[in-house]
Antibody, heavy 124, light 107 residues
Framework: EVQLLESGGGLVQPGGSLRLSCAASGFTFSSYAMSWVRQAPGKGLEWVSAISGSGGSTYYADSVKGRFTISRDNSKNTLYLQMNSLRAEDTAVYYC?????????????????WGQGTLVTVSS | DIQMTQSPSSLSASVGDRVTITCQASQDISNYLNWYQQKPGKAPKLLIYDASNLETGVPSRFSGSGSGTDFTFTISSLQPEDIATYYCQQYDNLPQGFGPGTKVDIK
């Protein structure tokens, strides 16, 4: 059974940093691109970032480029999102999602599995 | 960036009704269009991929069609458990884009 379990969310002040993790199990982690998708309170879904199966290719939404860094440790079956210079508009539930492709050039394709999400609140 | 629009933004229908949601892309995305269902407080769930393919385990009352810029999502007979928000998503180009969502509830 595929499982994705996010952690690391919480309350952080504007300008602060946070690192999210997503522990994966139930599939060959290194064979699939992974993405982060976020959802601000009461709002729709926004794709944030994607990484290829090897970790060699990464892509970002313009809204987070230069502030967020996606990475993965295939030996630990874990996906990460390092978030720096956080802003109030980054407040959201962050989901990790498994793509159906190895490549991240299209964000990994569609997402057949999602984690339960972790809430990030940026506020003073 | 490719812009995705959905209509209606919300709808109310009776159990057993046929429900149709449309999604339009700002440029040709071939069939790289997916549909997700999201219930309150839950993660999205994939229902339809590549415009018309039913994800394994999803009831056959859900279907999708279309290509290019215009797509349709249909629930053939609305059930109480289908109360949710439905999103279309394109993955032809990065950044991937989601539609704004259609909230479906029971009349």
């Amino acid at each position: 059974e595929v499982q994705l379990l996010e952690s690391g969310g919480g309350l952080v002040q504007p300008g602060g940093s946070l690192r999210l993790s997503c522990a994966a199990s139930g599939f060959t982690f290194s064979s699939y691109a992974m993405s982060w998708v976020r959802q601000a309170p009461g709002k729709g879904l926004e794709w944030v970032s994607a990484i290829s199966g090897s970790g060699g290719s990464t892509y970002y939404a313009d809204s987070v480029k230069g502030r967020f860094t996606i990475s993965r440790d295939n030996s630990k079956n874990t996906l990460y999102l390092q978030m720096n210079s956080l802003r109030a508009e980054d407040t959201a539930v962050y989901y990790c999602a498994k793509g159906i492709e190895y490549s991240s050039s299209r964000g990994g394709g569609y997402f057949d599995y999602w984690g339960q999400g972790t809430l990030v609140t940026v506020s003073s | 960036d490719i812009q995705m629009t959905q209509s209606p933004s919300s709808l109310s229908a009776s159990v057993g009704d046929r429900v149709t949601i449309t999604c339009q892309a700002s440029q040709d995305i071939s069939n790289y269009l997916n549909w997700y269902q999201q219930k309150p407080g839950k993660a999205p769930k994939l229902l339809i991929y590549d415009a018309s393919n039913l994800e394994t385990g999803v009831p056959s009352r859900f279907s999708g069609s279309g290509s290019g810029t215009d797509f349709t999502f249909t629930i053939s007979s609305l059930q109480p458990e289908d109360i949710a928000t439905y999103y279309c998503q394109q993955y032809d180009n990065l950044p991937q884009g989601f539609g704004p969502g259609t909230k479906v509830d029971i009349k």
